[in-house]
């Protein structure tokens, strides 16, 4: 069975028909449906994906910001949570970064895939590559 986490910037992508990576994001989305992938993502995602979202994007769109979001919890995703453990991991893995490319929150979702043995991404951020974690968009 496919696997795959997905983190913020492939929310946003999927929410905003502008993003530059809305056409990377539609090719990723057929691969997974076609692969009958498992989608996962964190509560810790969802709150990055609506923060995210909120400073793009005009203040009259906040209830379909908060719709976007909601329809995830009820959607076909596994939410993980975030606690105490994956913070810790992921602060761990932070401290070991030597490039910019790879924020906290990025580190703290890579502590939620090991933990859930999860090895797939959908994400554009590179930092991923570096951590020795395989993104769709690479496999595809």
């Known amino acids: ?36 992938a498992s989608l996962y993502t964190s509560e810790l995602v969802l709150l990055e994906t609506a923060n995210v979202i909120i400073n793009r994007v005009k203040s009259t769109q906040l209830k379909r910001i908060r719709d976007y979001v909601r329809g995830i919890h009820r959607s076909n995703y596994t939410i993980l949570p975030f606690n105490s453990l994956i913070y810790n991991a992921g602060m761990k893995i932070f401290e070991n970064q030597t490039s910019r490319k790879i924020g906290a929150f990025d580190c703290c979702h890579i502590a939620t895939m090991k933990e859930n043995g999860i090895n797939l991404i959908f994400s554009f951020d590179d930092g991923y590559k570096k951590n020795k974690i395989d993104r769709v968009i690479d496999v595809i």
Do not use: G, I, Q
């Open 1 to 36: 069975m496919l696997k795959v986490f997905v983190d913020a910037d492939a929310f946003v992508a999927s929410f905003n028909p502008s993003d530059t990576n809305r056409e990377k994001a539609e090719k990723c989305v057929a691969y997974l449906e076609n692969n009958n």
